[in-house]
């Protein structure tokens, strides 16, 4: 079975401070691709990140950085200093198989206040 | 590049009536199109996948007949909400993917958010 877990539903934090969104996925594909996306209000989802399966390097973009770990099948984002404007839902999915499906995740709301 | 839109971005209508939403890949030739369904404070929920010049696949439990999907061309895909109700209010998302990228990532197009009075 292919699934995704979100486990935090909701973040606070305030301005500036650093934050990690957590994210364990399940897979029996060797095969298999991992994805962040941005919801803000406006409902858009915003492609942040795609990583493959043989690739376990982590990854910086600016404040964003993601840690891949397949020893505990975990794929995090942490975005350092936030700001107000990252305030929204993030996403995390899989694509395993060759459907080319996203299972996404329950998704978690951060809330940066200023 | 990889832009999505969606038109329209918001729609009322009333019990009954069916309502057409289209998406376009902008930038690019989109081989496959996802049609997905989001309920306030909830995760996407895919609702079909259609390839350009065949029929849609649709997911367990949705029904073909009341959500039509056409994607005539590598440009447009379109979902009609047949006869829709209140039950069908909703966030209704698409997604696209180009054959010319290796790892298909989807790109999203903005939303169309569905009120049935």
């Known amino acids: 079975a292919q699934k995704v877990t979100q486990a935090q539903t909701e973040i606070s934090v305030v301005e500036k401070e650093d934050v990690t969104l957590d994210c364990v996925y399940e897979?029996?594909?060797?095969?298999?691709?991992l994805f962040w996306y941005k919801q803000p209000p406006s409902g858009e989802l915003v492609f942040l990140i795609r990583?493959?399966?043989?690739?376990?390097q982590n990854e910086i973009s600016g404040r964003y950085s993601w840690n891949f770990q397949k020893s505990t099948s975990s794929f995090n984002f942490t975005i350092t200093a936030s700001q107000v404007v990252d305030s929204a839902v993030y996403f995390c999915?899989?694509?395993?198989?060759?459907?080319?499906?996203?299972?996404f995740g329950q998704g978690t709301t951060l809330q940066v206040k200023p | 590049g990889a832009v999505v839109s969606q038109h329209p971005s918001r729609v009322i209508c009333k019990s009954g009536t069916s309502v057409k939403i289209e998406c376009r890949s902008l930038d690019f030739q989109a081989t496959t199109m996802f049609w997905y369904r989001q309920f306030p404070k909830q995760s996407l929920m895919l609702m079909a996948t259609?390839?350009?010049?065949?029929?849609?696949?649709?997911e367990q439990g949705v029904e073909k007949d009341k959500f039509l999907i056409n994607h005539a061309s590598l440009t447009l895909s379109t979902l009609t909400v047949t006869s829709a109700h209140p039950e069908d209010s909703s966030f209704y998302i698409c997604?696209?993917?180009?054959?010319?990228?290796?790892?298909?990532?989807?790109?999203f197009g903005p939303g169309t958010r569905l009120l049935v009075l």
């Open positions: 990583r493959n399966s043989f690739d376990e």
């Open positions: 897979t029996r594909d060797t095969t298999y691709y």
């Open positions: 997604s696209a993917t180009s054959g010319g990228d290796p790892v298909e990532t989807q790109y």
């Open positions: 999915a899989l694509r395993a198989g060759n459907t080319g499906k996203l299972i």
């Open positions: 259609s390839n350009e010049g065949s029929k849609a696949t649709y």
